[in-house]
């Protein structure tokens, strides 16, 4: 495995409209994509699919599918027109189209009289290595449910594949269960995202031990980020799937509560794993400061070994090299000056002095154990 991580690239998002805007105004991000429509209406029988970019698709097959459970999936956000028709013909409350095209919802569940709305956060890495966290929408309304998301990448194939065998609850519990279904597998992309997560911070544990770097300071950081960004939407999810367990909407079927609280349990798992990880990557940075202050501690401790040995050295090369005249230029001996200057191999002596205290010194630091520590 590659032991290198590459730097996680955030996408930037910013609130579109202005301050005072008119409750209920649609306003479409300037990047976003052109709507893809796609339909499955479906019963215990047979599924029926079409695609389109426009809401012709939609009533086309409603006049074709009337006994059916129908499935809308709208793909990109770039078309405000479609929204706004979509909102009419199902007769939306215009502030919830607005949420719809403005991507910064935190996961809710919303109750009106024949309808709710439910949001949710999908966040995955993508080919380049980019953290994305996209927002999905969807309606549901007696037998149908509109789901939104703001890109064409598909992350409910699992769901279609299942809707084609036609195995299991899924084409006769309702819409209610199509909104679980839907919800349980974007809880699953956040199992993925911490699986990837979890080797990551493995390859950085491993680094710490055998070669440790500031590398590890970045990389810690940025999962922590990542972390934190999983987290902001998982918390929510959390909520949104309580209040829907609780609801007495008869969209939300007692059938399907069964299911859904199967999903708020794996919710609270991936929280426990964020959590964990957290822990893990603070660890980790704590981990690599304390080893790079105990380096740090070590070269000072060399440093002043080194120094101590050489402090009396220097303190003897300097009393001799302060070189004050034993006799005056009449040849008197002056008293109190040094009489060693005059002394035959007076330099060996004081080499064989200085090497004494140095070999001194070093059995005495042996003795105490400090080069057994280095």
Known sequence: MDSRIKRVKYKVRRRQGNVGDQPGLIVIPDDALKPHVAMFSYNKDELVTSEGKSIKVILDQFKKCDNHTHWIKVNGLGDAELIEQIGIHLNINPLVLE??????????????????????????????????????????????IISFEEDHEEYFEAVK??????????????????????????????????????DKLDLIEDKVYTDADKSIMFNS???????????????????????????????????????????????????????????????IIDLYLSMVSNRMNEIMKV?????????????????????????????????DNMPELYWHHG????IVLMFLIAIIQVFVFWKKGWFNKL
């Not at 299942?162 to 809880?187: E, H, S, V, W």
């Not at 080194?306 to 008293?335: C, E, W």
């Open 221 to 283: 950081q940025q999962i922590k980020r990542t972390l934190i960004i999983i987290r902001r939407a998982s918390w929510p999810e959390r909520d949104k799937i309580n209040d829907m367990i609780r609801s007495e909407s008869p969209l939300i079927t007692a059938e399907v509560k069964i299911f859904l609280r199967d999903a708020y349990d794996h919710c609270i798992q991936a929280m426990d794993l964020i959590e964990n990880y957290k822990e893990v990557t603070s660890s």
């Open 161 to 198: 594949l299942r809707l084609k065998a036609g195995k299991g609850a899924i084409r006769t519990a309702g819409p209610g269960y199509m909104c679980y279904a839907l919800t349980d597998t974007i809880i699953d992309t956040y199992f993925m995202l911490l699986a990837q997560i979890g």
């Open 347 to 350: 330099y060996i002596y004081a």
């Open 99 to 144: 949420d719809i095209a403005n991507t910064h919802q935190r996961p809710k569940f919303d109750e009106y009289n024949d309808y709710a709305f439910v949001t949710s956060r999908i966040v995955h890495f993508n080919k380049e290595d980019e953290l994305i966290n996209n927002q999905f929408s969807a309606i549901i309304k007696d037998n149908l």
């Open 303 to 335: 440093l002043t070994i080194i120094s101590v040995i050489f402090i009396p050295l220097t303190f003897i090369a300097g009393i001799y090299g302060m070189n004050f005249a034993r006799q005056d230029d009449k040849g008197h001996v002056i008293p």
